[in-house]
Structures are given as structure tokens and as C-alpha cells.
Nanobody
């Protein structure tokens, strides 16, 4: 059974940092690719980071490069998204997603089979 559960969403001031977690008690090793997406008010869902465990390194959207770090600890059944130097524009619901295969478009939401419920991040000035 797939159950992706995000946590770590908070209200924080601009310039702060946070780390989001995505866990699946059934194990994350079965997901070749895991990704983080966000959806701000009135905006489309945007892929910010993805990690293919076969490639062993994450990829990032242009908006995420330099401030976002995605990691996976499959032995802990968890993926993480560290966000530094938070900006009000980072305010969004952040979603974890996963699929049991690789893809050439890892930041495309329609590629993913499984989704978490989302966690809210609010960044104020």
C-alpha cells in the first residue's frame, strides 16, 4: 500500500530555513523516482526537485537551484527537501510524489503515480 506522508510545513519569516519530510512506512526503495512539487495560491503545480535513486543525484527547477536541497534516505523510508533563504514567493502547499520508474521529465507532475496530501509552507516578510 502506498501512503506518502509529508511533514514539516510551517509559518516562517523571510530568510529562514526549513526541512520538509516525506515518509512511506511501506518503504521508499520501491520508488525509483521521488519528487517535490509546490502549488501556490492561484498557481499551477510546479516541480521543484526530483531524485532518481539510480542516478544518485537530484535535479532542480531553475527556481529551486541554489536554495533547495533534496535528499533521500531509503533506509529510513524518507525523502527530504531543505529550503534555505526562504522568500514570500515560496509560500505554497508542498507535495511529495513518487513513481516506480525513471523518467526523462522528472519535474513534470503528470509523470508521477503517487502523491501525498501536502504540507503548507507560509513565508512572511
Amino acid at each position: 500500500q502506498v501512503q506518502l506522508v509529508e511533514s514539516g510545513g510551517v509559518s516562517v519569516q523571510s530568510g529562514g530555513s526549513l526541512r520538509l519530510s516525506c515518509s512511506d512506512s511501506g518503504g521508499t526503495l520501491r520508488y525509483t523516482t521521488m519528487g517535490w512539487f509546490r502549488q501556490g495560491p492561484g498557481q499551477e503545480r510546479e516541480g521543484v526537485a526530483s531524485f532518481n535513486r539510480l542516478w544518485g543525484r537530484p535535479v532542480y527547477s531553475d527556481s529551486a537551484k541554489g536554495r533547495f536541497i533534496m535528499s533521500r534516505e531509503d533506509d529510513k523510508n524518507t525523502a527530504y527537501l531543505q529550503i534555505d533563504s526562504l522568500e514570500p514567493e515560496d509560500t505554497a502547499v508542498y507535495y511529495c510524489a513518487a513513481m516506480p520508474r525513471a523518467t526523462m521529465t522528472p519535474l513534470s507532475p503528470w509523470e508521477y503515480d503517487f502523491w501525498g496530501q501536502g504540507t503548507q509552507v507560509n513565508v512572511s516578510l
